[in-house]
């Protein structure tokens, strides 16, 4: 089977502790993990910075490596901590994410939608705030999963351990979040 992994820089792997984007190595990436645990392939479609696409040239390129990936077994998407960080209202991101799911044209079951880990206090977090707006998104993204028939799986519920920005998933954190995703697969919990 193929997973196509379709997020941001949680994805990427990216380290906070580098300067220019780098990735923590393949065995502390949550997508690398994941793969060895399932048996399956899987394709790391993270970058670093990703919103929720709603531009004509980030959907083409969506479309595009859709069309280049095929056969894709499954989806898994993560994405809108950064629509939160460039300061866009909860709302409007479940609103985003709804429009960019309607348009997918792969059968519903083989979308997961992933509520990413609730942001902490950190260095690109500085209030509350944002971490009550993080925790709102998945609360948003399970109604709408609910509502299109697309499985839901609630990584907020998971206590993945971040890095000092408050945003990146530590080499533990990923290890933790494959764990749980993987769980999550085969056990639909």
């Given at each position: 089977?193929?997973?196509l992994?379709?997020?941001?820089?949680?994805?990427?792997?990216?380290d906070?502790?580098?300067?220019?984007?780098?990735?923590?190595?393949a065995?502390?990436?949550?997508?690398?993990l994941l793969?060895?645990?399932?048996?399956?392939k899987?394709?790391?479609?993270?970058?670093?910075?990703?919103?929720?696409?709603?531009?004509?040239?980030?959907?083409?390129?969506?479309?595009?490596?859709?069309?280049?990936?095929?056969p894709?077994?499954?989806?898994?998407?993560?994405?809108?901590s950064?629509?939160?960080?460039?300061?866009?209202?909860?709302?409007?991101?479940?609103?985003?994410?709804?429009?960019?799911l309607?348009?997918?044209?792969?059968?519903?079951?083989?979308?997961v939608?992933?509520?990413?880990p609730?942001?902490?206090?950190?260095?690109?977090?500085?209030?509350?705030?944002?971490?009550?707006?993080?925790?709102?998104?998945?609360?948003?993204?399970?109604?709408?999963?609910?509502?299109l028939?697309?499985?839901?799986?609630?990584?907020?519920?998971w206590?993945i351990?971040?890095?000092?920005?408050?945003v990146?998933?530590?080499?533990?954190?990923?290890?933790?979040?494959?764990?749980?995703?993987?769980?999550?697969?085969?056990?639909?919990?």
């Amino acid at each position: 089977m193929k997973i196509l992994c379709f997020s941001d820089s949680n994805t990427y792997g990216y380290d906070p502790r580098s300067f220019f984007g780098s990735q923590y190595p393949a065995q502390h990436r949550w997508v690398d993990l994941l793969a060895g645990q399932l048996g399956w392939k899987a394709v790391n479609a993270g970058e670093n910075g990703r919103e929720v696409p709603t531009r004509e040239g980030d959907l083409l390129r969506f479309d595009l490596m859709m069309t280049n990936q095929q056969p894709v077994d499954l989806l898994l998407i993560m994405l809108g901590s950064n629509d939160l960080l460039q300061d866009n209202g909860v709302a409007d991101v479940v609103k985003r994410m709804e429009s960019f799911l309607q348009r997918i044209e792969l059968d519903k079951s083989k979308i997961v939608l992933i509520g990413p880990p609730p942001m902490q206090l950190g260095e690109w977090v500085p209030n509350q705030s944002l971490i009550d707006a993080s925790k709102e998104l998945n609360h948003g993204y399970k109604s709408l999963a609910e509502r299109l028939g697309i499985p839901f799986a609630d990584a907020g519920a998971w206590d993945i351990p971040m890095t000092f920005d408050g945003v990146h998933f530590t080499e533990d954190g990923h290890k933790a979040f494959a764990e749980r995703l993987y769980d999550y697969l085969n056990k639909g919990e």
